[in-house]
T-cell receptor, first 111, second 113 residues
Framework: DQQVKQNSPSLSVQEGRISILNCDYT??????FLWYKKYPAEGPTFLIS?????DKNEDGRFTVFLNKSAKHLSLHIVPSQPGDSAVYFC??????????FGTGTRLKVLA | EPEVTQTPSHQVTQMGQEVILRCVPI?????FYWYRQILGQKVEFLVS????????KSEIFDDQFSVERPDGSNFTLKIRSTKLEDSAMYFC???????????FGPGTRLTVL
């Protein structure tokens, strides 16, 4: 069951540059998407969400883009900071209470 | 800032024993969830709970699992007879409504020997 995929297990970016994390999904019924950040030994922390009626949502340094025709979303972090180093998960829901999580991308921001 | 809390942070148990994992959701939230993450794998949905009943559950959530809100603040996950493969991080989450962001607790690491 790989309805939500994050094909890059890891990503390294220089401090101050843009980080782009990608997520693909297969279920066209998904209509709400979340991004979470997770540090080791902690629970996921909510970052930003987007509904399928939008194609972009911005919150400070974080922007999520949704391309419904491609079933693809991406999270942009600008500028990247060393404290952003964590595992990032996208999660999707289809009108139910249940979110399907991707496998995560480990972001390392190099000082 | 309000947060979800979970106890214990680490639970070690023998195979076949019952365990109860406890969570205190954010006080004004109405929807509660349990997820788990086996080491190195993705976060998996187990169950959602609203208005004192299960609203949705995954295929993982079989008869060995149960949830309860025994009072106005706690939300518990019980595993009746633990198996080795139940070893994982268990995360509780809560949300104000059923569609928006879910706020996660720090997790309980369950180790079944």
């Amino acid at each position: 069951d790989q309805q939500v995929k994050q094909n890059s297990p890891s990503l390294s970016v220089q401090e101050g540059r843009i980080s782009i994390l990608n997520c693909d999904y297969t279920n066209s019924m998904f209509d709400y998407f979340l991004w979470y950040k997770k540090y080791p030994a902690e629970g996921p922390t909510f970052l930003i969400s987007i509904s399928s009626i939008k194609d972009k949502n911005e919150d400070g340094r974080f922007t999520v883009f949704l391309n419904k025709s491609a079933k693809h979303l991406s999270l942009h972090i600008v500028p990247s900071q060393p404290g952003d180093s964590a595992v990032y998960f996208c999660a999707a829901s289809s009108g139910t209470y249940k979110y399907i999580f991707g496998t995560g991308t480990r972001l390392k921001v190099l000082a | 800032e309000p947060e979800v809390t979970q106890t214990p942070s680490h639970q070690v148990t023998q195979m076949g024993q019952e365990v109860i994992l406890r969570c205190v959701p954010i006080s004004n939230h109405l929807y509660f969830y349990w997820y788990r993450q086996i080491l190195g794998q993705k976060v998996e949905f187990l169950v959602s709970f609203y208005n004192n009943e299960i609203s949705e559950k995954s295929e993982i959530f079989d008869d060995q699992f149960s949830v309860e809100r025994p009072d106005g603040s706690n939300f518990t996950l019980k595993i009746r007879s633990t198996k080795l493969e139940d070893s994982a991080m268990y995360f509780c989450a809560s949300s104000e409504d059923g569609r928006g962001e879910q706020f996660f607790g720090p997790g309980t690491r369950l180790t079944v020997l």
